[in-house]
């Protein structure tokens, strides 16, 4: 693949004429000597992949037998699939949920992180450490947290006095708490970026509104808020990412249950493909999946823009 | 900052009234991972749960490592975690000085499609990817589990950023003296990128290592398992073994967790690079 893209656009290599030819060609092979190799990996373990998927998606396909073209019939299919209208609906609950949590909890931890007050050293690892442990060992971890015979979630509810609950066992429960441990595992990283971002704002702009009068909640809405929007921009594109390609928690919590509650696309789309062996209908889901979060980033993109806040 | 309470009322600052609860919500269930690895069965399964053990009971450990290969498959994930690591230091800094120096035919639309395969997600790859690895014969072979670590877009786009931040002096200084591009970028740019190095380190050990719907894809022979992969499917075959599975959980968290601790501004500056350039 390196052979292709070395031989191709003549407005570069008409840039390299400095020099007798055999110069530019060392040159080439040079260049392509250090970056050769991780582009390779890179394009063959994506671009390639991701066109063939698109004609795996339009076909009827086990993987064995051989595939029968069907054009956009997996497409037309999945748009009625009830399992698969489930499986957004859940999908985007839980965005819903996780993007403006995880941005909200970020930004007020990462302000009383920025305290110069004792133990900060001591809160701001314990705040990180869960971003560190695996989503799937975190998940497992939830099982027992959550355990409605001896977890410890029902011994704090019986401590206050509150009745006891079934937690992931829950139809009506188990998206939430999916939702809560999630956030516990992830809010680590907005905190982090938040924490920086704050860090970076010049004193004298805070120090200057106050001089002014500004009350503190004032100072917060109209000067810290407004120096955060770039991050707050970032960070709602990348935990729209991984709230909606959440796989691990789900495996190792619910497995899509119960009662199919927290069956999400990347869910689904696994048990599609490796599961019943539908690669070719579950292909279709990958990339109808692929274009909801190509649409939502640009949402936040251009919500952004029409703030004011040019981060892209 | 602004200070949203007036001081004085309380003999400590009010941010502790926040900050405590939430230190504890953090790290409590961590702490309760490790004790409960070392309780009894009858220990664990009671109600109100306990906390502490009464004495160290190292069952669940016994029975994870005689009934499972979790000793293995700690070797599994070590194996292809050094192998994500080291191949994306080597990799992911040539490219990435390559891009950010160098001139060659192609660069531009290389870089482009690079940067364009960040958007495109894991689960539209997996089954075209799981068809090619098929075909070459790697599926459920380590193999599997490690070449699609071994290179990634961020960590080039990470390492072309950083070698554009840095100045070219040096580098020309050498050229001019004679040495070849490979010695200046071995004896001269990669000592200056250590910053950096040590962050894509640091993220590829922290990816690799938790990753699961790859692997688990990927692999279906239980000796090649890694430990995410293995824990996962323990787990969903005994679901009340919580000992067991707490051991197990403590191997598949507690080194990067040690890491953390140890390292940890290493690790906190490595979370916020990845939030301001990735």
Same mark, same amino acid.
């Given at each position: ?79 009625? %699939? ?117 860090? %970076? ?46 796989? %691990? ?64 | ?220 022979? %239980? ?56």
């Amino acid at each position: 693949m390196a052979l292709t893209f070395a031989a191709t656009p003549r407005t570069q290599v008409a840039s390299f004429k400095k020099g007798p030819r055999g110069r530019a060609a060392r040159r080439n092979l040079t260049g392509w000597a250090f970056a050769g190799p991780a582009t390779l990996i890179v394009i063959g373990l994506s671009i390639f992949p991701a066109v063939w998927a698109f004609f795996i998606s339009r076909a009827k396909w086990n993987g064995i037998a051989p595939a029968t073209q069907v054009g956009w019939r997996n497409y037309q299919l999945l748009v009625k %699939d009830p399992d698969m209208i489930a499986a957004t609906k859940h999908t985007l609950l839980l965005t819903a949920l996780f993007v403006p949590g995880s941005i909200i909890l970020g930004i007020v931890i990462a302000i009383a992180l920025n305290q110069k007050i004792r133990l900060i050293g001591f809160y701001r690892t314990c705040i990180f450490v869960p971003y560190v442990a695996s989503a799937a060992a975190t998940g497992i971890l939830a099982g027992f947290v959550f355990n409605p015979q001896f977890g410890v979630a029902n011994d704090v509810l019986r401590h206050l006095g509150l009745p006891q609950q079934q937690f992931l066992e829950n139809p009506h429960q188990a998206i939430y708490i999916i939702c809560l441990i999630a956030l516990w595992g992830e809010v680590g990283f907005t905190t982090v970026i938040y924490l920086a971002a704050l860090q %970076d704002i010049p004193r004298d702009l805070v120090e200057a509104a106050r001089m002014d009068g500004a009350s503190p909640w004032r100072v917060f809405r109209h000067v810290t808020l407004p120096e955060l929007r770039p991050v707050t921009v970032f960070a709602a594109i990348w935990q729209t990412i991984t709230a909606m390609q959440l796989f %691990d928690l789900i495996y190792t919590t619910t497995r899509g249950g119960p009662l199919n509650s927290t069956q999400t696309i990347v869910y689904y789309i696994y048990e599609l493909a490796f599961q019943t062996q539908r690669l070719g209908y579950g292909a279709a889901a990958a990339y109808l999946l692929f274009i909801v979060t190509l649409l939502l980033s640009l949402l936040v993109i251009w919500y952004s823009r029409r703030r004011g806040s040019e981060v892209f | 900052m602004p200070r949203f309470f007036k001081e004085g009322k309380l003999p400590f600052s009010p941010w502790h009234l926040l900050l405590m609860p939430l230190a504890l919500i953090f790290v409590l269930p961590l702490v309760q991972m490790l004790l409960t690895s070392f309780m009894s069965s009858a220990e664990i399964n009671q109600f109100p749960p306990k906390l502490i053990p009464t004495s160290l009971h190292l069952e669940g450990y016994r029975h994870l490592f005689s009934e499972t290969p979790a000793l293995r498959w700690f070797v599994n994930t070590v194996i292809v975690s050094s192998i994500a690591v080291v191949s994306h230091l080597a990799l992911c800094s040539m490219a990435g000085y390559g891009f950010a120096r160098l001139k060659f035919a192609g660069r531009g639309i290389a870089f482009v499609l690079i940067l364009a395969t960040v958007m495109i997600p894991i689960q539209l790859l997996m089954i075209p990817t799981y068809l090619m690895f098929a075909r070459i014969g790697i599926v459920d072979t380590l193999a599997a589990a490690y070449v699609p670590w071994l290179a990634s877009a961020f960590g080039i786009f990470l390492m072309r950023q950083f070698f554009l931040g840095l100045p070219a002096e040096l580098e020309e200084a050498a050229l001019i003296d004679g040495a070849g591009q490979w010695r200046t970028f071995r004896s001269i740019v990669l000592p200056l990128a250590k910053p950096a190095l040590t962050t894509l380190a640091i993220i590829t050990l922290l990816w690799s290592w938790n990753d699961l719907l790859w692997p688990l894809v990927a692999i279906s022979d %239980d000796h090649r398992f890694t430990l995410q992969v293995g824990l996962a499917n323990f787990q969903g075959m005994r679901r009340t073994e919580w000992s067991q599975l707490m051991a197990g959980n403590v191997l598949a968290t507690m080194p990067l967790i040690l890491a953390f601790l140890f390292a940890q501004r290493k690790f906190i500056a490595t979370m916020t690079f990845t939030g301001i350039k990735g």
